[in-house]
C-alpha cells in the first residue's frame, strides 16, 4: 500500500508513493560506493546518508586519489563531482568508460 504525498511539481496533486520495505544490505556483502567530491560536508552528508541506508560508503576529495582508490578495488557505484583538485571528474568518468570497454 501506498502512501499519498503532495508532489511539489504539479498544483495539488496527489501522487502516491510506494513504501519501500526492503531491509539494507550490512556488513561484508553491502555493495562499495566511493563518494569524490571535494567540498568536505557535501561528501561527509553523502557518505552518512548511504551508510545510514545500508551501504558500505567512502570518500576521497581529490581525482587523483580517487583513481587510486578505484583501482585498487573497484566499487559498485561511484558518485563522482566534475571539478575536482588533481584530475577532474570527467578525465575520472572517461578512463573508467574506457576500461570498463574492454
Do not use: Q
Not at 26 to 48: H, N, Q, W
Not at 89 to 97: D, H, K, N, S, T
Request: glycine residues 6%; negative net charge.
Amino acid at each position: 500500500m501506498g502512501a499519498s504525498l503532495t508532489c511539489p511539481f504539479w498544483s495539488g496533486e496527489r501522487c502516491l508513493v510506494k513504501e519501500d520495505r526492503r531491509k539494507p544490505i550490512r556488513g561484508p556483502s553491502a555493495p562499495r560506493i566511493v563518494v569524490v567530491e571535494d567540498d568536505p560536508d557535501i561528501a561527509s552528508l553523502l557518505v552518512y546518508n548511504l551508510r545510514s541506508e545500508g551501504y558500505f560508503a567512502e570518500s576521497t576529495h581529490r581525482g587523483d586519489d580517487a583513481e587510486k582508490m578505484l583501482a585498487e578495488s573497484p566499487p559498485n557505484l561511484v558518485i563522482l563531482d566534475w571539478m575536482l583538485a588533481g584530475v577532474t571528474g570527467v578525465e575520472i568518468c572517461a578512463r573508467l568508460r574506457t576500461a570498463d570497454a574492454r
